[in-house]
């Protein structure tokens, strides 16, 4: 008897599919069982595509797929339809596909199953069911998750807790390649230590998966023990009968092997190894991007520390700390960094700025800057000619740039600090970078306005004016680069606030690792914590990278025992000069009276003290030709205070009370002290003039409307 009729006699028929080609060779059984004449026939693919459920015949490519991958039979159960698409019958499918040509070919056997069994129907076979649609949202969520993960950790802990529809691993564990010998890279579950010391030659099955490049699966005890006899007592302690080994494999390449173990029973059905082949992808995908973003990202911190100076702890009279933490992004290293320069006349300079852009050549201006900076500095020239020094530096190495190799150009911003340790004086200059904010010794903290310039390389002979500070005991200044401000879609203002409530919360100690703790509290607050979300609360916010430095000057006296770094009855104080050039800055004397009384207690006298200071300032600069010296302090107990608001100016002629009609627009300065302040007047100096009000906390403490020595000023 032929073989053709004998495979007719069991209803068996052969099919020859080349996918490549667009063909499908058909026997007469074959053309017979899917519902053609029964003669032998060559179709093109799309006609035979008819015959099958529309469902099924998208299946059986995934299937297809996977025994390509695997080097196995493909076998599916298909659904033949006829022209109205009702279902006729149904056939197994079982062949052995091979790659040709870029696509493959597949030869095997058609099969007529039995039917259903009653209650069962054929639209809602094994294949469509509601495992199928589980699958599917699996493998989605499965995708989600791996493709979120930024670290081998991360991988691992996702695909830990993978729960897979159908069978769930009792154990899972990812093997990698250290030269001739397995590396258990993690595990989940039962401890796979003594698996870790196999070479490849070993006769376990991770080592043949990684060996061959092709999966095993072992679905009982016995065919584990007996094709695998030399490791079978090191894995039957575990006490699980089905064990899947899978390769990891990644632009070709075998990079390891995953194991997942079943404490039940499972047949690994084409489904369920399509299931697992699917997350052996995209696990070995996973895999290598995180080893290859963390490898970028510890060259990253290598460059970066390599560059960064350590701080000098032993400032007298002074406290200092420092952080920097790089963006998240490989080898976007960016350009932050600080320095602590001893200078030659015994005081200290503190360096902080940022390069523009997030890349290796931002990373090497830094270090050229950083340098150039140095130098300039221990010449000992003053702040503001070092600025200027290294806005020179940085245009030349960009001009040269442009001209040799086309580059685009590049600016930087740059905070430099002159400290006197000995009196807490800070001469600082500033170009283009965020103002330092100080912490006083009552815990407020104000952003100290300062004078500035361009950023560094924009202009070769930028200016760039001083301005003078005085930190005192107690107080604690911090400067940082705008990625500590503005990461998580904050601006200035609204990441200045953020920054605010976390200094504030601080409580300080007496020794230096309180400022280490506040300098941890500042990363953590603008990161958040280490997440493999990119959305909610939890997500790694690295958008830029962060340098800060803290500087606190130590209360006199102060210890563990008495108070830590506040003086045991803190004075708040703030002082601030405006120009005559400078009239935007009137708005910056607003907003610092404003936040010198953020807490105090009557909303109205804060709306008071505004009001006056804006028109004390604006006196100054419409009737003298000087600047105006503003200065306002606070001292007393909480609900007790008095503030008193001082502005200087170097006019002798002393304010005239006037009589405004209701259309003018001026003169009504001193009625406004008269009717807000609690007391004011004003103070002839050798050098000009003061005028100056205070407000009472309790009003009662008030000592009326003007003082004594405000009536021959008036």
Same mark, same amino acid.
């Not at 004998?6 to 059984?29: F, K, M, P, Y």
């Not at 205070?641 to 405004?660: F, G, K, N, W």
């Given at each position: 008897?032929r ?12 099919w ?6 667009g ?8 053309a017979?069982l899917?519902?053609l004449?029964?003669?032998?026939a ?7 595509r ?7 015949f ?5 299937i ?8 196995t ?37 058609l ?12 639209a ?12 599917e949202?699996f493998?989605?969520?499965a ?19 993978l729960?897979m529809?159908?069978?769930m691993p009792?154990?899972?564990a990812?093997f ?8 258990v890279?993690?595990h989940?579950?039962?401890d796979?230590?003594p ?6 030659e070993t ?6 998966v ?27 302690r575990?006490r699980r ?43 070995a995908?996973?895999?290598a ?12 911190l290598?460059?970066?520390r390599?560059?960064?100076p350590?701080?000098? &702890?032993? +400032? ?6 420092a952080?920097y933490v *790089? !963006?998240? #992004?490989g @080898?976007?290293? /960016?350009?932050d ?21 997030h ?9 050229q ?25 940085l ?9 040799g ?22 001469d ?7 103002d &330092?904010? +100080? ?9 100290? *306005? !300062?004078? #500035?310039? @361009?950023?560094? /390389? ?10 003078r500070?005085v ?18 879609g904050?601006d200035?203002e ?5 920054l ?10 007496g020794?230096?690792?309180?400022l ?9 607050a ?19 990278d962060?340098?800060?430095l ?8 102060c210890g563990?025992g ?8 803190p ?9 005559q ?5 009137i708005?910056e ?8 009384l ?24 419409l ?6 010296l503003l ?15 001082d ?14 009609g ?24 050798g050098?000009?003039?003061?005028t ?9 403490d ?13």
């Amino acid at each position: 008897m032929r073989t053709e009729d004998l495979l007719a006699a069991i209803a068996t028929g052969l099919w020859r599919w080349d996918n490549a080609a667009g063909r499908v060779t058909l026997d007469s059984e074959a053309a017979r069982l899917l519902g053609l004449p029964a003669a032998p026939a060559e179709l093109t693919e799309a006609a035979v595509r008819s015959r099958f459920h529309p469902v099924d015949f998208a299946e059986i490519n995934g299937i297809v797929q996977l025994a390509l991958a695997e080097k196995t039979l493909a076998e599916a159960r298909l659904r033949i339809v006829d022209e109205r698409g009702r279902v006729q019958r149904i056939v197994r499918s079982r062949s052995r596909p091979r790659i040709v040509d870029g696509g493959f070919e597949l030869v095997g056997t058609l099969q007529e199953v039995p039917e259903p069994q009653p209650g069962t129907s054929a639209a809602h076979t094994p294949i469509t069911g509601d495992w199928r649609r589980s699958r599917e949202a699996f493998l989605l969520d499965a995708g989600r998750g791996l493709a979120e993960a930024r670290s081998t950790a991360e991988v691992l802990r996702v695909a830990a807790g993978l729960s897979m529809p159908g069978f769930m691993p009792d154990g899972l564990a990812v093997f990698g390649i250290e030269g001739d010998r397995l590396s258990v890279i993690g595990h989940h579950g039962d401890d796979e230590r003594p698996f870790v010391a196999m070479t490849l030659e070993t006769d376990y099955p991770a080592a043949e998966v990684i060996r061959t490049g092709r999966a095993i699966y072992l679905p009982t005890p016995e065919e584990y023990s007996r094709r695998y006899p030399g490791t079978w007592p090191l894995a039957a302690r575990f006490r699980r009968t089905s064990w899947a080994f899978l390769p990891l494999v990644n632009a070709g390449r075998t990079i390891g092997a995953w194991m997942a173990a079943f404490a039940q029973p499972v047949a690994f059905t084409p489904d369920e190894r399509s299931v697992l082949t699917t997350v052996a992808r995209m696990l070995a995908q996973a895999l290598a991007r995180a080893g290859m973003q963390e490898e970028q990202q510890e060259l990253a911190l290598g460059l970066q520390r390599s560059m960064m100076p350590t701080v000098q &702890p032993d +400032i007298p009279g002074m406290t200092v700390a420092a952080r920097y933490v *790089p !963006t998240g #992004g490989g @080898l976007a290293v /960016g350009g932050d960094w600080y320095d602590m320069i001893p200078l030659p006349s015994g005081r200290i300079a503190l360096v902080i700025g940022d390069v523009q852009g997030h890349d290796v050549r931002a990373a090497g201006l830094m270090g050229q800057l950083r340098i150039a900076l140095r130098a300039y500095a221990s010449e000992g020239h003053h702040p503001d000619a070092v600025l200027s020094r290294a806005s020179r530096f940085l245009a030349g190495i960009n001009e040269t740039a442009l001209r040799g190799h086309g580059e685009d150009q590049r600016f930087a911003t740059c905070l430099y600090i002159e400290v006197d340790p000995a009196t807490g004086l800070l001469d600082i200059a500033r170009a283009g970078h965020p103002d &330092p904010a +100080i912490r006083m010794s009552d815990g407020t903290v104000l952003v100290r *306005p !300062t004078a #500035g310039g @361009l950023p560094l /390389g924009i202009v070769p002979d930028a200016d760039y004016p001083t301005t003078r500070l005085v930190l005192e005991p107690g107080e604690t200044m911090m400067v940082c680069t705008d990625g500590l401000i503005e990461t998580g879609g904050h601006d200035l203002e609204t990441g200045w606030s953020r920054l605010r409530d976390i200094i504030e919360a601080h409580q300080p100690g007496g020794d230096g690792e309180s400022l280490e703790r506040l300098a941890d509290a500042l990363v953590q607050a603008v990161h958040g914590p280490s997440s493999h979300h990119t959305t909610g609360p939890l997500a790694d916010r690295r958008e830029d990278d962060i340098a800060v430095l803290l500087l606190c000057r130590e209360a006199a006296g102060c210890g563990v025992g008495t108070g830590g770094l506040f003086a045991p009855q803190p004075i708040r104080r703030t002082v601030l000069s405006v120009a005559q050039a400078e009239p935007e800055r009137i708005a910056e004397a607003r907003r610092q009276v404003r936040d010198v009384l953020h807490d105090w207690a009557d909303p109205d006298q804060v709306d008071s003290a505004v009001l006056m200071v804006s028109e004390m300032v604006t006196n100054v600069l419409l009737h003298t030709d000087g600047e105006a010296l503003l200065v306002a302090e606070i001292t007393g107990e909480r609900g007790a205070r008095r503030i008193r608001v001082d502005v200087a100016d170097s006019s002798d002629e002393l304010p005239h009370r006037r009589c405004p009609g209701e259309l003018a627009s001026s003169g009504r300065g001193l009625m406004l002290l008269e009717l807000l302040a609690g007391s004011w007047g004003v103070d002839p100096r050798g050098d000009g003039k003061s005028t100056w009000f205070e407000l009472y906390e309790d009003a009662g403490d008030a000592a009326g409307p003007a003082s004594p020595e405000s009536g021959p000023a008036a």
